[in-house]
């Protein structure tokens, strides 16, 4: 194998458990590279939800070894003009289509090139489902060392999500908003552990209730309790205890939720 491999590929989509989908795309890459170690994060992403897609991938992406592989398809222009590409993001590669999908993974160090080698393609390309014909096999030509220039031009720019950042709207005062939940009905939102500082001494108003606080775990507050915490993924979470914030506080995507400093 080429010393400049990469073996480990994860994968993530809104393909869902219940077709071949999934299957199918790591039976392409193995076929190309038997030796390649596929790694799932979730294939249970909403379809065509690219905001969670993106939530999903920064969340997990650095826990890997370094030299390893992102496939991510959610791809709901699959088939139109958008673009499929490869992302040079060191020391991660990130394969997918060109629709945002990325945005949160990337720093300002990136190159990215365009898919348009068919080398590395599947001899038939489909219009409906180019993470078996395109992306799976780019994907493990890449884990077998052929660098990522060798797959098209390089692009000068990605497509970006917006992000929807906190805001002081005081002093003292943050509104931020509710950007998703996991399936604990946590509500994960956009305010990060960094925005509140060290001392982290506030208070959180999310619809009519008000938490006192920042809990350093689930079960610090009594059961069916509401509660505030930064979750591992350095955001701020509304959860209560051995409940769902979502059903128990009747939150959904986009509240707002102020954090009052003290």
């Known amino acids: 194998m080429n010393p400049s491999a990469r073996r480990i590929i994860t994968f993530t989509s809104d393909f869902g458990l219940e077709d071949p989908f999934v299957g199918i795309v790591k039976g392409v890459i193995l076929s190309i590279n038997p030796q390649a170690t596929i790694v799932d994060i979730t294939h ?4 065509q939800d690219l905001f969670q897609a993106a939530l999903t991938l920064r969340s997990a992406y650095r826990f890997f070894p370094p030299r390893t592989i ?17 992302i040079d993001s060191p020391p991660y590669l990130f394969v997918g289509p060109d629709n945002g999908i990325f945005s949160l993974v990337l720093g300002d160090n990136f190159s990215a090139y365009l898919l348009e ?3 590395f393609f599947l001899p038939q390309v489909s219009q409906t489902f180019h993470g078996r014909d395109i992306f799976a096999p780019v994907a493990a030509h890449l884990s077998l060392g052929v660098p990522p220039s060798a797959m098209g031009k390089k692009l000068q720019c990605v497509e ?7 805001s002081f709207i005081s002093a003292t005062r943050v509104r931020g908003q509710i950007l998703t939940f996991d399936r604990f009905g946590n509500a994960i ?9 060290e001392d982290r001494q506030v208070k959180v108003q999310v619809g009519e209730t008000l938490i006192e606080g920042l809990s350093t775990s689930y079960g610090e507050k009594p059961p069916f309790t509401p509660l505030a915490i930064i979750g591992s993924s350095g955001f701020l979470e509304i959860a209560v205890n051995l409940s769902s914030a979502r059903e128990h506080l009747k939150l959904k995507k986009g509240d707002e939720v102020e954090i009052i400093l003290l």
């Open 189 to 197: 939102t956009n305010v990060t552990a960094e925005l509140l500082g």
């Open 70 to 86: 992102h496939l991510a398809v959610v791809d709901p222009g699959v088939g139109s003009a958008r673009k499929p590409i490869v």
């Open 117 to 119: 080698n068919p080398r």
């Open 160 to 166: 970006k999500l917006p992000f929807p950042s906190p």
């Open 44 to 47: 249970l992403i909403p379809p």
